[in-house]
T-cell receptor, first 115, second 115 residues
Framework: ETGVTQTPRHLVMGMTNKKSLKCEQH?????MYWYKQSAKKPLELMFVYSLEERVENNSVPSRFSPECPNSSHLFLHLHTLQPEDSALYLCASSQETRLAGNTIYFGEGSWLTVV | AQTVTQSQPEMSVQEAETVTLSCTYDTSENNYYLFWYKQPPSRQMILVIR??????QNATENRFSVNFQKAAKSFSLKISDSQLGDTAMYFC????????????FGKGTKLSVKP
């Protein structure tokens, strides 16, 4: 059983839909992340939350909107996506972003297909 | 810009044999961290091993060990006594010192362990 759980595992949505991905970590960490893994690119960091505040946004389009209501939960709200947004979205957590080198632990990912 | 290069898209090894996966990286920093992650068909990204750049001693974790050559910016992974369960994508990742979770991943090596 993973310490970072993601739901749903698979999602198919139309370009006009609004949906959300959910992540929950059971490791007592205080930093959470969204990464994107697409077929032709290396894994890319999208968002970082530390102590429930967003500390990094790597030029991600506004059609992706993160939310971190507490240190254990992270959401990624999706609206008016494009087919090229189809990818595996991985949630991750670590103990503290400001301490260099803390290991990042990943969930199993949510497969998103935009049709 | 920091980059991570995995020059072997695919490799195969016989069960119980030893295999080495290559990774090189490019950085001007002196303080950083290196990781190998494994991604089996379940898609969860699982930490295999980590290395702090300031440590000269190579990290080991059971059947997994690394050959860290800082001057050459090389970080290879050796898997001894390969098992069928080792079949997966293996990603080398670089974390700059003081970075807020911005792991930089290589494109991965697909390892197949054959019975």
């Amino acid at each position: 059983e993973t310490g970072v759980t993601q739901t749903p595992r698979h999602l198919v949505m139309g370009m006009t839909n609004k949906k959300s991905l959910k992540c929950e970590q059971h490791l007592g960490h205080n930093a959470m992340y969204w990464y994107k893994q697409s077929a032709k690119k290396p894994l890319e960091l999208m968002f970082v939350y530390s102590l429930e505040e967003r500390v990094e946004n790597n030029s991600v389009p506004s059609r992706f909107s993160p939310e971190c209501p507490n240190s254990s939960h992270l959401f990624l709200h999706l609206h008016t996506l494009q087919p090229e947004d189809s990818a595996l979205y991985l949630c991750a957590s670590s103990q503290e972003t400001r301490l260099a080198g803390n290991t990042i632990y990943f969930g199993e990912g949510s497969w998103l297909t935009v049709v | 810009a920091q980059t991570v290069t995995q020059s072997q898209p695919e490799m195969s090894v016989q069960e119980a044999e030893t295999v080495t996966l290559s990774c090189t990286y490019d950085t001007s920093e002196n303080n950083y961290y290196l990781f190998w992650y494994k991604q089996p068909p379940s898609r969860q990204m699982i930490l295999v091993i980590r290395q702090e750049a300031y440590k000269q001693q190579n990290a080991t974790e059971n059947r997994f060990s690394v050959n860290f050559q800082k001057a050459a910016k090389s970080f290879s992974l050796k898997i001894s006594d390969s098992q069928l369960g080792d079949t997966a994508m293996y990603f080398c990742a670089f974390l700059p010192g003081g970075s807020q979770g911005n792991l930089i991943f290589g494109k991965g090596t697909k390892l197949s362990v054959k019975p």
